[in-house]
């Protein structure tokens, strides 16, 4: 079962890729996470990697695809995998689809998770953040008993730069440039299921399984 998610920041990505991976016992990998391990772990990509890092570079793309590849192939995800963050751009997609097809494989599910912008800047931008211990509220649908104080620990709430109406409009962007054409890609490539993302997040999860089965 190879899956990839889809869909703009904000849209719960990542929150149905941890569901998925923990009711289908398969690793859940993020890029962030991969290069992280490699760069702790000292490994020749992962050496590279640091080298664009530390010059404030992008990694390339063949790099990035390479670090996949390599997580890929290790023995947690010999019943699949969800990669959640990775391919961001066709070129990437391209490079994916290629490393698998030698080893005859493909992506099986290319999960678009839909959601409109202005649904997700008022998400993102509704979000607290506790400055001492990090749990997450929302203004909205998650306020804290007290406001601006945190029901965990009783720090103090603030917005993040990231979550910040005009920062999420500008990441908003950069979807709709670079990742959103791979949802042509995985549709001419006869993977891509779409589902609404404003729906509760359980009624989410229980499309998704009807689809993974």
Sequence with gaps: MKIIMLGAPGAGKGTQAKQIAQAYDIPHISTGDIFRANIKEGTELGK?????????????????CDLVVDRIHKDDCEKG???????????????????LAKDGEKIEFAID???????????????????DCGAIFHVQYNPPKKENCCDVCG?????????????????????????????AHYKEAGSLHEIDGTQD?????????????
């Design 48 to 64: 590279k990697a640091q080298e664009y890092m530390d010059k404030g570079l992008l990694v390339p793309d063949e790099l990035v």
């Design 81 to 99: 995998y969800i990669l959640d963050g990775f391919p961001r751009t066709i070129p990437q997609a391209n490079a994916l689809d290629e490393a």
């Design 113 to 131: 998770i839909e959601v409109p912008d202005e649904n997700i800047i008022n998400r993102m931008s509704g979000r607290r953040s506790c400055k």
């Design 155 to 183: 720090g103090e709430l603030i917005l993040r730069d990231d979550d910040k109406a005009e920062t999420v409009k500008k990441r908003l962007d950069v979807y709709h440039e670079q990742t959103a054409p791979l949802i």
């Design 201 to 213: 997040i359980k009624v989410v999860f229980e499309e998704i399984k009807s689809i993974l089965g």
